[in-house]
């Protein structure tokens, strides 16, 4: 009877003094766990899928649709005796418009946020190491633009018209590599996480799927490359 009644009076003093932890901040922290980006929940993977896709829309912008424009005012310059001419896109060579620069810019941001999804569901299949992520990001971009002849196309004259060829080849090709590092660098900051975790024979199949695919849209965009030249 004494050791119990030593027990009960120890357990009352363990309960005044233990500290309490307000409600209202246990479910602010559980709101956290629930929110963060390292976390597993179905809350904090769909936001860490739209703070890539807005991310991506930012990066698009900049870098696909003022890209695309500082590309083609590069080439205006680099052929002068074309000014003035129709492009296949009926815009005249050497004039910026309005309208072309907001479609470039549309077309960039509409790209860009595609991008950005894209990279948050396979973050968890691409390489661990931040520059090779990027690169390989970068490839896969490179690939589907191939596959559509989105950037580099053997449609129409402009390729073919304008000289240096290689430099307007290059200059294209290289907007999803600048779009996938710039996009790597600011979504493992500001957005991190991924669709996961991944077991590793689940990462060894999706990144041979990855490395088909790029494999594929490289062998295009040669194809198309040596259609224009």
């Given amino acids: 009877g004494g050791l119990a009644a030593r027990g009960e009076h120890l357990l009352e003093e363990s309960e005044i003094h233990a500290p309490r932890v307000p409600a209202r901040d246990c479910c602010l922290a559980g709101r956290r766990s629930l929110w963060s980006p390292r976390g597993e929940g179905i809350v904090s993977l769909f936001s860490t899928l739209w703070r890539c896709s807005l991310l991506g829309l930012v990066v698009g912008l900049v870098v696909g649709g003022g890209g695309s424009r500082l590309a083609m005012r590069i080439v205006a310059l680099t052929n002068d005796e074309f000014t003035g001419m129709l492009t296949d896109a009926g815009e005249q060579v050497g004039q910026i418009t309005a309208g072309g620069t907001a479609f470039l810019l549309f077309a960039g941001a509409a790209f860009g946020t595609f991008g950005g999804a894209a990279y948050a569901l396979l973050r968890a299949w691409l390489p661990r190491q931040a520059l090779l992520r990027a690169l390989v990001f970068g490839l896969g ?51 991190p996480g991924q669709f996961g975790p991944v077991r590793r024979s689940t990462a060894l199949v999706g990144g041979a799927v990855i490395a088909v695919f790029i494999a594929a849209g490289l062998a295009q965009l040669g194809a198309t490359v040596a259609e224009i030249i």
């Fill in 141 to 191: 971009l490179l690939a589907f633009t191939a596959f559509f002849q989105g950037l580099v196309t053997s449609d129409g004259v402009d390729f073919e018209l304008f000289q240096p060829v290689e430099l307007s080849i290059a200059m294209f090709a290289a907007l999803p590599l600048l779009y996938a590092l710039a996009l790597t660098f600011l979504a493992d900051r500001l957005a």
